[in-house]
């Protein structure tokens, strides 16, 4: 019979990630507020849209995603006091673990609200069809990548980017694109 050798403990340098947390409906913000109040670092996307009722409009600041909150946190030291929190109904889950938002998806996101400066120059479009996968080389989006759905005469083309499972359509002049190889 083999000898097993002794275990030993791997030392796991544990870092804070990003999550993204489902709240019950219409209580993102009071979430954002309880757990700002704890001290955890949040991401609340929001945008500005024009409310009308019977007597009056309105500018009210939405969620981007309703029901979703990114949070920063050591999920090993806080998942429960983050889960207790009034409003919180669960972690997004992933093959049943508690899933990591990419970080550049998170930047996707704040680009796209206006939330980060932006530098861009004009570059030539290489001939593409709709149904291409192809990349943003300039302007907001810069580095992502999505499938070609449609064009808008010789300037502008509509693409869709998959993003942290919800579907975004963005309209770019042509020339911020190219082709995926």
Known sequence: MPR????TKTNKTQTAQWYLLYTKPRAEKKVALELGLKGYELFLPLQRTLKQWSDRKKWVE???????????????????DILNT??????????????????????????????????????????????DEVEIIAGPLIGHR?????????????????????GLVVTLPSEFIRGVC
């Open 86 to 131: 009034n409003g919180v109904v669960k972690f997004v889950n992933f093959e049943r673990h508690p899933a990591v938002v990419d970080v550049r998806e998170m930047e996707l996101v704040k680009r796209l609200l206006g939330e980060v400066d932006i530098n861009f120059t004009a570059i030539e479009l290489n001939s593409l069809t709709v149904g």
């Open 4 to 7: 097993l050798g002794k275990m």
């Open 146 to 166: 999505g499938k070609l759905s449609n064009t808008q005469g010789a300037t502008k083309v509509i693409l869709e980017l998959i993003s942290i499972q919800q």
């Open 62 to 80: 939405e969620p981007l995603f309703k029901g979703y909150i990114f949070i920063h946190t050591l999920l090993e030291k806080n998942f429960y």
